[in-house]
């Protein structure tokens, strides 16, 4: 699953920052805005108590309370109330009688008014059609205008009796509601503004300027070029690109130190292979020389070895390693006495068998290596008399069983010899050696190396000529 951004992380942690907050806040701002209604709707009822009070008085010294009911009708009927009702006292119905039914009422919250003397407010707020209910106890005093101690034969204190008024809640809750979806609708502008905001801040001074310090960093390392540190306005940022800046330089540098020490290897490697190159060659013209042979075989033989190969289409190695190896074929004549070796003229049938033994020799001198210029030269020394169609020594090999180093050295050391004189033999001509080595096509030596030799002849040629 690919990772989310710098930008979707800061964006989704702020949101859910944000959307606390605000939920938070409204349940706060609810709350609290209920609360203050509550208390402004039962002020409400306070004072229209207050002014139920003042009314009933005002008759009772007017001595008209029997017409009472007109001035509570009048209060019903006003847009908040729902329903007013006074509800006598003990004392009260003791001294003026019971007055009419409706001033009996007398339930527990009531109860609870009159037992305490304080006003009880139950409200609800939760029903289709809201409401407050509140029940106002009328306490006996002394204290002027209203000197309730003049007509009630009473303590001071005494509670008389109580308004009992219920409010209509629906316009407040209405208004609440408004209120509310006012300030949830500011809150939810101001959360997106903000989120908005950050996106633009992520996007200009996070992402953009990170994108760019990628760019550069890879430019930078490729052009061999530091990064302009001063183009990015955020500090945090400056300081990435001017350490990019260090690393990226100490990373070239340490590049440039492996490639030097890379080609002082290259030059030493090489170094060592024409050191050991010349080691072989050295090796074969020692045999050469004990052998009385004609200056230069090994060098011709080498150097034809070469061009045979590369006609023959062996990969560069493989050429390279039968250039370096193909001067030790006869490295077991080393091994061979004197009085066999430098015979001149014929050998005894017991003499060539000795004679043929320097295969073997010069195998067992070389063989042990597990290098692969040494495991060509063993090969070499061990096949070099090998014949095509099998007639040859010292393990009778036939064909393709004979190894390509084997075929080719075969051949180019006949033909070297052949065109220079030993001690055994006169020099030939060349028209003699061309066709000794197409009459043994297939005889001694491989067909396909053989018209590879014809068909070049001209390059042998000058090889033969340029090393005579
Ligand atoms: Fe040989
Ligand atoms: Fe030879």
Known sequence: MQKPTIKQITLKNLMVFLMLLSLTTLVILTLN???????IMEDKALAISE??????TSHMRAKIMAKRDYFLAEINALTLVNNVAIIRSKEVTDQFGAGHWREKTYDHVTQEAFQT???????????????????VPFIASSTEPLNCLKCHEVEEGTVLGAVDLELDLTEYRDVTAKLLAAIGFVTFSFIFLIVINNFRTIQRYVQEPLNSLIKKTEQAYQAHTPINADEFECLEF???????NLFTGEAIHRQEVIEQKNLALEVMSKEIERTLQETLFTMGVIEEHRS?????HTLRVTKYSQLLGSKYGLPEREVELLAMASPLHDIGKLGIPDSILLKPGKLSEQEYEVMKNHCLIGYSMLSHSKRDVLQAAAIIAHQHHERWDGSGYPQGLAGENIHIYGRIVTLVDVFDAL???RIYKEKWALPEIVAYIKKERGGQFDPELVDLLIQNLDEFLVIK????
Do not use: C, Q, W
């Open 33 to 39: 805005f209920r609360n203050i209604s509550v208390r």
């Open 51 to 56: 002014v139920v009070k003042a009314g009933l």
């Open 465 to 468: 000529h340029r090393y005579h």
């Open 238 to 244: 400056e300081h990435v690109a001017r350490e990019i």
């Open 419 to 421: 065109a220079t004189k």
């Open 292 to 296: 009385k042979e004609t200056n230069n």
């Open 117 to 135: 003397g304080r006003p009880v407010f139950i409200l609800n707020d939760i029903d289709m059609e809201p409401y407050l209910r509140a029940i």
